[in-house]
């Protein structure tokens, strides 16, 4: 409700109370103006809404709207009429008072759409149950079928409501709606038989030409166009873009079925309706006596069938009228005019009774039914939605009808408003001020008063036998009441108010201002006659509707029936008596404009309005008082930041609390008053200083938080991460222990295994020295793996333990054997032959001869001697055979030992001794009987020769610095591996004739070969360090 500077610029105030100029009309419109350019329709007179028609759709109505307003209090939220309509629901609730909301405004304003939007807010946020639902249903479906009814097109609005409203809401102990009331008030029954132009008949017939199936109109005997009848054309609009009456008449059908319309009743409902049209058909022709005959057959043919009554009847009573004089019935025939009124007449009382009987059949289908006894009453809300104020160029007797009822509300509306301020302020113990206020009593007695009152004179002037007239009527008006305050006629004004009066007029000075009403059709429209042989002939009715309608008693009762003024008046008295009995809310309704526009806000329209609406009055007396209250609670709560004191909170009395903040802020005695549950502001200019220091507070109010709150945020974040990181510490710390413990674990039985092991090691295979077995095994084939032998020379091997000793050698082997496999697969065939060189002298020294192991690393040569070396004779005496190999050598003669040089040239097949270019001795191999050679290191050797080969002169005694190499080819050339032979001491050879010779040999430091005493050759061979 109170809102900052700024906001007030722009928007205005959310209620009039605080307009500083409260007594100003322009300062209120000029708040209106704003809201409204603002789209906000709803501002509050204290807990009057006053509403301005958008014209629009504000998608201010939806669920979560009324969610908003659920509850919460009126001042928390912006004006709505979901505000007014839960305030009303809460306080029935909660004080179980019947409460009613009296919507009014003029035609346009918006009044059927807040009561609309009312029955929906309590339907969608009161609780339900099954059988809520269909009541629910029935109450939401009543307007569709009551706005077919009793609504019509007009110039102002649409869908005008052409009847008033009342109607009650019943709820249930826990707040459920359960049933429902209306009261219907002065339908505009004339329209049924006139529309002015522009305007149109009730909705219903045009939704049954439209939107009836084919078979519907057929057997009711009607057109699919309006045109044809007489009741449909005089405003000469059947069409308006804005109706669609065809969808309309689905949704009339539909809703009559849920109200609980059974088919035939519906069938009846739409014989009525289409025999009315049927009626404004009918036409009449004059005879020359000035007597009216029916020209139109076939609509009373229909008649007859739609009504269930008798053709003949029918016409009869439709040309005369029956008039009983001194018991005696009298029939006289009706001349054209009167024929085609009477015709009217029945058409209005046909219509007029069959939406009575509509309002009371809703009325049983939203019976409540379990309503046993007056002690289980159930609580009520009424809404009200009836016509406000109306001032037209010609106002007539309905306008007069309609003032008239709005002047009750407003005695009634001040009453209860000054009552309320009254209550409210001895509530509070505060005195109270008179607040000056016109009472409109004076006029309402002035209409209503027995004998002396307007409806009184009317009626007298309707019973009063003998030409009674209109002017009559007006006549006895200025005698009677002519001298009232309030009332004047063209004769009694001044000449300044006749200028502007008819002869026919008389004015009343309503409290909204004055009206002049034009007494043509007073009586008629007072009277409201239906012949009594028509009633007669409705009370034989078939159409079960009908019959409820046309009750035949009252064809007995002989008593004139009450005149439509006194009628009115009597409901009026009824609802004002309803009314009083609750709890009041007002809605006041504002058009902006006569065109039906959206946005457009017509100043001229709107101050008629507010003036009509008695707003500004409802202001003052609102205002008279205090412009402000509100309980100490909700005060504080708002304004507490204000005051240090009172910051952040108050913790003794809240009256306490509300006077040191008004203290505090510097409030003035005069400017407020302190009761016993609320303060009370005087004027809105201190709300406002409190208001607008408030706004400025908050922006300091609102960092001070906003760091608070960062820094209480931050530190819960903080603290929460500390914690998290000491629990994942504290777990992280326990998880590594836990690790660690089982790592010692591991290694204490790995030792304990491995000791085990080590002392079971020389048992069998055990499970206690499994472990220790295995990783024995395993240890040293990772160390075999890593230390095995580069070369095949490289005997080294790891020492296996005893229990892979086998499988060591075995391994050893296969890997020699592997290494020797890939060292044999790598070599070339030279060396190849090298190595069997060497290897047949291994064979033949290996362990005999002394200077073997020195010949070992030496490579044997292919040859010693080159071709250039051996005289080109020999080689040419060799002829094809192939020279193996050639070595120099020294020859020692058989005889005196003399040593001689020589070439040894080894053939494909000999041996051959070369002295330069001279064959000296050639030893075929077959003839080579043996080689002798000692074991010492010198090089001598001997060939043997057989001794019978006379062409061979014995032995050969050679000495070679290459032996081993020598020697080694001589055996593979004559392939005498095995006739080469080791001697220890000496070697005998034969040196022809059968003479032997001896070669000894000795160890000496060097070497020494020279024929001895004993004629033996000497060998003294070096002495190696090897041996
Ligand atoms: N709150 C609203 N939002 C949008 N449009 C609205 C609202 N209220 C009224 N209207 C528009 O104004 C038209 C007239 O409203 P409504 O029928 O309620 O007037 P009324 O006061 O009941 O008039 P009457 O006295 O002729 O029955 C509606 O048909 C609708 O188009
Ligand atoms: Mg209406």
């Given at each position: 409700m109170e809102s900052a500077l700024t906001a007030r610029d722009r928007v205005?105030?959310?209620?009039?109370?605080?307009?500083?100029?409260?007594?100003s009309e322009a300062a209120f419109i000029e708040n209106l103006r704003k809201r409204f350019k603002e789209n906000l329709i709803y501002t509050y007179i204290g807990s009057v809404l006053v509403s301005v028609?958008?014209?629009?759709?504000?998608?201010?109505?939806?669920k979560n709207h009324m969610e908003r307003y659920?509850?919460?209090?009126?001042?928390?939220?912006?004006?709505?009429v979901y505000a007014v309509s839960d305030n009303s629901y809460r306080s029935m609730r909660t004080e179980r008072k019947d409460q009613c909301i009296l919507i009014s405004g003029e035609s346009g304003a918006g009044k059927t759409e807040a009561s609309k939007k009312i029955l929906q807010y309590y339907a969608v946020t009161c609780p339900a149950s099954d059988q809520v639902e269909t009541v629910k249903d029935r109450l939401l479906q009543s307007n569709p079928v009551l706005e077919a009814f009793g609504n019509a097109k007009t110039l102002r609005n649409d869908?005008?409501?052409?009847f008033g409203k009342y109607m009650d809401i019943q709820f249930d102990f826990k707040g459920a709606p359960v049933g429902g009331h209306i009261l219907n008030y002065?339908?505009?029954?004339s329209r049924v038989v006139h529309q002015n132009h522009g305007e149109r008949n009730f909705h219903i017939f045009y939704q049954l030409i439209e939107g009836g199936e084919e078979d519907l109109l057929r057997r009711l005997g009607?057109?699919?166009?309006?045109?044809?009848?007489q009741y449909l054309v005089k405003g000469n609009?059947?069409?308006?873009?804005?109706?669609n009456d065809r969808s309309d008449w689905k949704v009339v059908r539909k809703a009559l079925s849920v109200i609980g319309f059974s088919e035939d009743e519906v069938e009846e409902l739409l014989n009525i309706i289409a025999s009315v049209l049927h009626l404004g058909n009918i036409q009449y022709g004059g005879e020359d006596s000035g007597n009216a005959y029916i020209t139109t057959d076939t609509q009373i043919k229909y008649l007859a069938r739609l009504l269930g009554v008798d053709g003949l009847v029918l016409k009869e009573a439709l040309t005369h009228k029956t008039i009983i004089a001194k018991g005696e019935e009298l029939k006289s025939p009706l001349n054209l005019e009167q024929a085609s009124s009477a015709r009217d007449a029945l058409s209005k009382a046909v219509y007029g009774r069959t939406f009575t009987w509509l309002v009371n059949k809703i009325n049983v289908s939203l019976a409540?039914?379990?309503?046993?006894?007056a002690v289980l009453t159930v609580p009520f809300i009424g809404l009200l939605d009836i016509y406000g104020f109306e001032v037209f160029q010609h106002n007539s007797f309905e306008q007069f009808c309609i003032n008239y009822c709005n002047e009750k509300l407003q005695q009634l509306f001040i009453e209860l408003t000054l009552k309320s301020e009254q209550d409210e302020y001895e509530a509070e113990g505060i005195t109270w001020e008179p607040v000056q206020y016109f009472n409109n009593k004076i006029i309402c007695d002035l209409v209503e008063?027995?004998?002396?009152g307007i409806i009184s004179i009317l009626d007298e002037e309707c019973l009063?036998?003998?030409?009674?007239?209109d002017i009559t009527f007006l006549e006895k008006l200025e005698n009677t009441v002519?001298?009232?305050?309030h009332l004047t006629t063209h004769k009694l004004a001044d000449g300044k108010t006749r200028k502007v009066m008819g002869r026919e007029e008389f004015r009343l000075l309503h409290y909204a201002g004055e009206v002049n009403y034009n007494v043509n059709g007073f009586l008629d429209k007072n009277n409201d006659l239906l012949f009594r042989n028509l009633k007669e002939v409705m009370c034989m009715s078939d159409n079960k509707i009908l019959t409820q309608c046309f009750d035949r008693a009252e064809l007995k009762d002989s008593k004139r029936p009450e005149t439509a003024a006194t009628q009115f008046k009597t409901s009026l008295a009824k609802l004002m008596e309803i009314l009083m009995s609750k709890e009041p809310s007002y809605v006041r309704c504002i058009k902006p404009?006569?065109?039906?526009?959206?946005?457009r806000f017509d100043d001229v329209l709107i101050r008629h309005q507010v003036k009509y609406l008695g707003l500004m009055e409802n202001l003052r007396v609102r205002r008279a008082g205090f412009a402000y209250r509100r309980h100490y609670e909700t005060f504080l709560q708002r304004y507490?930041?204000?005051c240090p004191e009172t910051?952040?909170?108050?913790?003794?009395?809240l009256a306490d609390g509300v006077s040191t903040l008004v203290k505090h802020l510097g409030y003035?005695?005069?400017e407020y008053k302190l009761g016993r549950s609320k303060i009370f502001i005087r004027f809105p200019k201190t709300l406002f200083a409190t208001e607008d220091a408030l706004e400025t507070r908050k922006h300091s109010l609102a960092s001070k938080l906003q760091s608070s709150w960062k820094g209480y945020s931050q530190k819960t974040k903080y603290r929460k991460l500390r914690s998290s990181a000491v629990v994942v510490q504290a777990w992280w710390r326990g998880i590594l222990a836990c690790r660690r413990a089982q790592r010692k674990r591991q290694a204490a039985n790995t030792i304990r295994r491995f000791i085990k092991g080590f002392i079971y090691?020389?048992?069998?295979?055990c499970p206690e020295n499994e472990y220790f077995l295995d990783y024995v095994r395993y240890s040293f084939l990772m160390k075999l793996r890593r230390n095995?032998?580069?070369?095949?020379?490289?005997k080294s091997w790891p020492t296996a333990p005893t229990a892979l000793i086998e499988a060591s050698e075995q391994l050893r082997k296969l890997y020699m054997q592997n290494m020797v496999w890939g060292y044999c697969k790598r070599i070339n065939p030279e060396w190849k032959h090298q190595l069997e060189q060497k290897m047949v002298a291994s064979e033949i020294f290996k362990n005999k001869k002394d200077n073997y192991p020195q010949s070992v690393p030496k490579l044997f040569m292919?040859?010693?001697?080159n071709g250039e070396e051996i005289n080109p004779k020999v080689l040419q005496s060799l002829g094809s055979e192939t020279m193996k190999y050639a070595v120099p050598v020294t020859k020692y003669d058989r005889k005196g030992y003399k040593a001689r040089p020589r070439q040894l040239l080894l053939t494909s097949n000999c041996a051959v001794i070369v002295e330069e270019a001279k064959l000296k001795q050639r030893i075929d191999y077959a003839a080579l009987k043996g080689i002798s050679v000692s074991?010492?290191?010198?090089?001598v050797f001997v060939l043997h020769v057989p001794t019978?080969?006379?062409?061979?002169?014995g032995d050969v005694v050679l000495q070679s610095d290459h032996i081993i190499e020598t020697l080694t080819k001589v055996a593979i050339c004559a392939d005498k591996v095995n006739s080469i032979n080791i001697n220890q001491g000496s070697i005998t050879f034969t040196m022809g004739q059968g003479k032997e010779g001896i070669i000894d040999f000795t160890s000496g430091s060097e070497l020494l070969v020279a024929k001895a005493k004993n004629g033996h050759l000497s060998v003294t061979a070096p002495r190696l360090n090897s041996r």
């Amino acid at each position: 409700m109170e809102s900052a500077l700024t906001a007030r610029d722009r928007v205005g105030v959310q209620d009039f109370v605080l307009l500083e100029n409260h007594t100003s009309e322009a300062a209120f419109i000029e708040n209106l103006r704003k809201r409204f350019k603002e789209n906000l329709i709803y501002t509050y007179i204290g807990s009057v809404l006053v509403s301005v028609n958008p014209y629009k759709d504000l998608e201010i109505y939806t669920k979560n709207h009324m969610e908003r307003y659920r509850g919460v209090n009126f001042y928390e939220v912006s004006p709505h009429v979901y505000a007014v309509s839960d305030n009303s629901y809460r306080s029935m609730r909660t004080e179980r008072k019947d409460q009613c909301i009296l919507i009014s405004g003029e035609s346009g304003a918006g009044k059927t759409e807040a009561s609309k939007k009312i029955l929906q807010y309590y339907a969608v946020t009161c609780p339900a149950s099954d059988q809520v639902e269909t009541v629910k249903d029935r109450l939401l479906q009543s307007n569709p079928v009551l706005e077919a009814f009793g609504n019509a097109k007009t110039l102002r609005n649409d869908n005008s409501s052409r009847f008033g409203k009342y109607m009650d809401i019943q709820f249930d102990f826990k707040g459920a709606p359960v049933g429902g009331h209306i009261l219907n008030y002065l339908l505009e029954k004339s329209r049924v038989v006139h529309q002015n132009h522009g305007e149109r008949n009730f909705h219903i017939f045009y939704q049954l030409i439209e939107g009836g199936e084919e078979d519907l109109l057929r057997r009711l005997g009607l057109e699919r166009n309006p045109q044809q009848y007489q009741y449909l054309v005089k405003g000469n609009c059947p069409k308006v873009s804005s109706i669609n009456d065809r969808s309309d008449w689905k949704v009339v059908r539909k809703a009559l079925s849920v109200i609980g319309f059974s088919e035939d009743e519906v069938e009846e409902l739409l014989n009525i309706i289409a025999s009315v049209l049927h009626l404004g058909n009918i036409q009449y022709g004059g005879e020359d006596s000035g007597n009216a005959y029916i020209t139109t057959d076939t609509q009373i043919k229909y008649l007859a069938r739609l009504l269930g009554v008798d053709g003949l009847v029918l016409k009869e009573a439709l040309t005369h009228k029956t008039i009983i004089a001194k018991g005696e019935e009298l029939k006289s025939p009706l001349n054209l005019e009167q024929a085609s009124s009477a015709r009217d007449a029945l058409s209005k009382a046909v219509y007029g009774r069959t939406f009575t009987w509509l309002v009371n059949k809703i009325n049983v289908s939203l019976a409540y039914k379990f309503f046993i006894s007056a002690v289980l009453t159930v609580p009520f809300i009424g809404l009200l939605d009836i016509y406000g104020f109306e001032v037209f160029q010609h106002n007539s007797f309905e306008q007069f009808c309609i003032n008239y009822c709005n002047e009750k509300l407003q005695q009634l509306f001040i009453e209860l408003t000054l009552k309320s301020e009254q209550d409210e302020y001895e509530a509070e113990g505060i005195t109270w001020e008179p607040v000056q206020y016109f009472n409109n009593k004076i006029i309402c007695d002035l209409v209503e008063e027995k004998f002396k009152g307007i409806i009184s004179i009317l009626d007298e002037e309707c019973l009063r036998p003998g030409d009674a007239s209109d002017i009559t009527f007006l006549e006895k008006l200025e005698n009677t009441v002519g001298g009232h305050a309030h009332l004047t006629t063209h004769k009694l004004a001044d000449g300044k108010t006749r200028k502007v009066m008819g002869r026919e007029e008389f004015r009343l000075l309503h409290y909204a201002g004055e009206v002049n009403y034009n007494v043509n059709g007073f009586l008629d429209k007072n009277n409201d006659l239906l012949f009594r042989n028509l009633k007669e002939v409705m009370c034989m009715s078939d159409n079960k509707i009908l019959t409820q309608c046309f009750d035949r008693a009252e064809l007995k009762d002989s008593k004139r029936p009450e005149t439509a003024a006194t009628q009115f008046k009597t409901s009026l008295a009824k609802l004002m008596e309803i009314l009083m009995s609750k709890e009041p809310s007002y809605v006041r309704c504002i058009k902006p404009n006569d065109a039906k526009q959206a946005g457009r806000f017509d100043d001229v329209l709107i101050r008629h309005q507010v003036k009509y609406l008695g707003l500004m009055e409802n202001l003052r007396v609102r205002r008279a008082g205090f412009a402000y209250r509100r309980h100490y609670e909700t005060f504080l709560q708002r304004y507490k930041s204000l005051c240090p004191e009172t910051w952040p909170s108050w913790q003794g009395k809240l009256a306490d609390g509300v006077s040191t903040l008004v203290k505090h802020l510097g409030y003035k005695p005069e400017e407020y008053k302190l009761g016993r549950s609320k303060i009370f502001i005087r004027f809105p200019k201190t709300l406002f200083a409190t208001e607008d220091a408030l706004e400025t507070r908050k922006h300091s109010l609102a960092s001070k938080l906003q760091s608070s709150w960062k820094g209480y945020s931050q530190k819960t974040k903080y603290r929460k991460l500390r914690s998290s990181a000491v629990v994942v510490q504290a777990w992280w710390r326990g998880i590594l222990a836990c690790r660690r413990a089982q790592r010692k674990r591991q290694a204490a039985n790995t030792i304990r295994r491995f000791i085990k092991g080590f002392i079971y090691r020389h048992n069998e295979r055990c499970p206690e020295n499994e472990y220790f077995l295995d990783y024995v095994r395993y240890s040293f084939l990772m160390k075999l793996r890593r230390n095995l032998p580069k070369s095949v020379l490289d005997k080294s091997w790891p020492t296996a333990p005893t229990a892979l000793i086998e499988a060591s050698e075995q391994l050893r082997k296969l890997y020699m054997q592997n290494m020797v496999w890939g060292y044999c697969k790598r070599i070339n065939p030279e060396w190849k032959h090298q190595l069997e060189q060497k290897m047949v002298a291994s064979e033949i020294f290996k362990n005999k001869k002394d200077n073997y192991p020195q010949s070992v690393p030496k490579l044997f040569m292919g040859t010693r001697l080159n071709g250039e070396e051996i005289n080109p004779k020999v080689l040419q005496s060799l002829g094809s055979e192939t020279m193996k190999y050639a070595v120099p050598v020294t020859k020692y003669d058989r005889k005196g030992y003399k040593a001689r040089p020589r070439q040894l040239l080894l053939t494909s097949n000999c041996a051959v001794i070369v002295e330069e270019a001279k064959l000296k001795q050639r030893i075929d191999y077959a003839a080579l009987k043996g080689i002798s050679v000692s074991s010492l290191s010198d090089g001598v050797f001997v060939l043997h020769v057989p001794t019978e080969d006379k062409k061979q002169k014995g032995d050969v005694v050679l000495q070679s610095d290459h032996i081993i190499e020598t020697l080694t080819k001589v055996a593979i050339c004559a392939d005498k591996v095995n006739s080469i032979n080791i001697n220890q001491g000496s070697i005998t050879f034969t040196m022809g004739q059968g003479k032997e010779g001896i070669i000894d040999f000795t160890s000496g430091s060097e070497l020494l070969v020279a024929k001895a005493k004993n004629g033996h050759l000497s060998v003294t061979a070096p002495r190696l360090n090897s041996r």
